[in-house]
């Protein structure tokens, strides 16, 4: 059974810094990334690390965020900077599965405001 614990989440000013963290148990990965929701949006994926280190960021976050993964703790870390009013968002951890399945964390609320 796959289980995702997330940490990190929080209120900060606009230009502020964050980092989430997310814990693997029970499965290896091909890849593990990171997911947001805002109200009235559907889930986007911003950001994604593979098991041979490659990342992929989305447009909107390219440049301020930076994810990066100690395979010893099975862990993933999403370092946000610069933080911005659009980046609230309730933000979910994803792990691929090497069989195909996407299994998501419950999610760490952001808040990002003046």
């Known amino acids: 059974q796959v289980q995702l614990v997330e940490s990190g989440g929080g209120s900060v000013q606009p230009g502020g810094s964050l980092r989430l963290s997310c814990t693997a148990s029970g499965s290896i990965f091909k890849s593990m990334g990171w997911g947001r929701e805002a109200p009235g949006t559907e889930r986007e994926l911003v950001a994604d690390?593979?098991?041979?280190?490659?990342?992929y960021y989305s447009d909107s976050v390219k440049g301020r965020f930076t994810i990066s993964r100690d395979n010893g703790k099975g862990t993933v870390y999403l370092q946000m900077n610069n933080l911005k009013l659009e980046d609230t968002a309730v933000y979910y951890c994803?792990?691929?599965?090497?069989?195909?399945?996407?299994?998501w964390g419950q999610g760490t609320q952001v808040t990002v405001s003046s």
């Open positions: 994803k792990l691929h599965a090497p069989w195909g399945t996407d299994y």
């Open positions: 690390i593979s098991s041979d280190g490659s990342t």
